[in-house]
């Protein structure tokens, strides 16, 4: 960054860090029978992803990582979007760097904390999604959404190229349509987003709970630790050569094969009896 | 592996590798024109893909590579499933390290026999694939599957979570779609499949032989020494950045121009006729 | 390359490089209100990229770089075909090594004129585009084609794979489908190019100069340093390992704060007023 550019931002000064308190919470969560929602309600601000609102995101997707209890997490929103991306009004000159800083820290801390979470993350997308909004949506293990959702990253419009939204979004949809939402700003309807790999699957608006349900059970069903495994596992290999990623594969499968769950399922399985997992990757021989 | 675990494996004995011996052959294979078809053909072990079942699979894929007539491997099976995955008896604590290590082993070994093999392999799916069967399929050159299949990884659902077919299909599925497969367990269509990246194309079931014959007449319509070079190159170039690929690339056209099968290639094309393959990698100026 | 070989390419001696002048232009260029247009001209060579060809394209690809009033090329043909890729005659042992090298040494320098040109490159695609002429369709930020339009990479039919169209098909489309076009040769309609990622939408003939125009348009609603930045960013990452790439992401985004055309877009949305452009990548100091 320019050396006075960055003198302006700094000595701005007024504009910190400690300003950006959130007064009244601007996300709802709920956790019953092992499914945490975490909601963006804060309709009034179009669900932007302030600095607050990055704050308590973080905070619910980091926690509970060690309760067994936890066992998906769903993205849920209230109001007309998802997710307007960021705030602009946190971006101009009135603050200083360390809150500029602080914003796209932030968001990738969000990232890094769906990624690295030991629960799968399912978006319910029921409204539009934009900018660091679609981001969201892109980085989330499994998303679904309701017909009228669209999906756009226009942030060159307003200045600001949506390159984090593309990281997310050039991982799961196809290149050129990438590259098409970065440069044109223009939007995907619900059925490009899931044609191209924005989204799993498009449910009209009566039954994507049903269809979220139906993803959050299925994973329930399972041990734990065995999802918990799988997705770290998965993040890891999907970036390697694949030589590579299948010797790391052949390893992982032989080591789950000392694990308590993972033999409580195979004799289950060859038993005809339902499993009773402990969740835990605990080794074969502890109780 | 936990140290406990593993005495355990090991001390149980009775189960080392050299009980799985295969009593008779569960696999067929026929050699005709050019194509070999490895069918996997145990359907009364739902073409379980056991330690003797890949000990088959491997010999069959990794012979006969310096043998000029042999020009397209085709994967075909028999019964109500293309391969249900691995045999979870295998996997029980009733067999040693050893054992487990055989199983995971050959599972590598048969994914980079198919990488390696100097001509394509063609899945042709005529029935549902799981698991490492799915796997199979994935890692197939190109596949081709009726509109009965089913493809899923719910290897989760017996504690086993299906991280190397995971390798494979993330290699090919849009990543949503993989990661829905992986986490859930739930199946995709035939034409899901297609529509992700799994498969080519849907066939009728009457169709599907002719599908799979038009590919293999493309293919050895060609010179096997420019395939052989073609699918070696594509598989180093497809794991790198954009820029290096190119710059391989660019050498690898510039050096077949000195192949015998290339120039012969080029000569009949300018002269209207019929090329004349040696099928092998041969320099110009050979006989 | 065999040593033999080799003597025999450079003894050849009267096919050097001093034949390869072009002696009318290959190609047409028009450069009106930010758009130039690059029309592949030769419809009596089928647009084939010859050695002359790909010298015209180079030039036209990477000159006015540093011309803020170039803003987006559009790649257009005339004739029957979009391009027949490279032109067989020029890669007989008619010509010398010399002459062998130059062609695919272009080939890669105009790959990477399209990736590094500070605007996006636009393909509309009117007709069929084979091998190279198929690569330079997948190398393009977004292509758009015809209802009639064929894709296929028929190289190793005349003894040459297309191992460098798979460089950039392969970073594109579905990897099953790339292969299925690699090793048979057999080609894609325009519906299965767009379904499989090659293009980024099919228009009918009489829509696709206002498609064209439309995403011209939006590009250059948009500061050109803004889209030079995020289009650069954006190659930078996608070959990237995924939190790699966020961290990047995460200093680009900060950095383009300090930009006097960021700041310029977000001060005009929170104004509701227009946006002013400098199209430079200037810092926010500058007037």
Chains 1, 2, 3 share one sequence.
């Not at 997707?61 to 209230?78: A, F, G, K, P, Q």
């Not at 705030?87 to 990624?115: G, R």
């Not at 890891?236 to 789950?256: H, N, S």
């Amino acid at each position: 960054m320019n050396f006075f550019a960055k003198s302006i931002l700094q000595k701005a000064g007024y504009g910190n860090l400690h300003r950006f308190m959130s007064t009244k919470a601007l996300t709802k969560v709920t956790f019953n029978n092992g499914i945490k929602t975490i909601t963006l309600a804060s309709p009034e601000t179009r669900n932007t992803l302030s600095i607050p609102m990055e704050r308590e995101l973080l905070k619910h997707l980091s926690t509970d990582w060690e309760n067994n209890d936890l066992r998906v997490i769903v993205l849920d929103s209230e109001g007309p979007l998802f997710s307007a991306g960021h705030n602009l009004n946190e971006m101009t000159t009135k603050n200083n760097l360390e809150v500029h800083n602080e914003i796209f820290h932030l968001a990738s801390k969000v990232m890094f904390a769906i990624i690295d979470c030991p629960v799968p993350v399912v978006g319910k997308v029921k409204a539009g999604a934009f900018a660091a909004g679609c981001q969201l949506v892109a980085q989330c293990d499994i998303a679904v959404c309701t017909p009228n959702c669209k999906f756009a990253t226009p942030g060159a419009n307003v200045g600001i190229f949506c390159s984090t939204p593309g990281v997310a979004i050039a991982r799961c949809v196809h290149p050129m349509v990438t590259r098409h939402m970065l440069l044109t700003g223009l939007p995907l309807t619900a059925n490009e987003a899931k044609d191209n790999g924005l989204v799993f699957k498009v449910c009209k608006e009566e039954d994507i709970d049903k269809e979220v349900d139906h993803i959050c059970q299925s994973i329930m069903s399972k041990s734990r630790a065995i999802i918990m495994n799988g997705k770290r596992f998965y993040y890891r290999q999907v970036d390697l050569p694949i030589k590579e990623a299948f010797k790391l594969g052949e390893q992982e499968m032989i080591d789950t094969l000392s694990l308590r769950d993972t033999q409580e399922g195979i004799e289950s399985f060859l038993q005809k009896k339902k499993p009773n997992w402990c969740h835990r990757p605990d080794p074969l021989n502890s109780k």
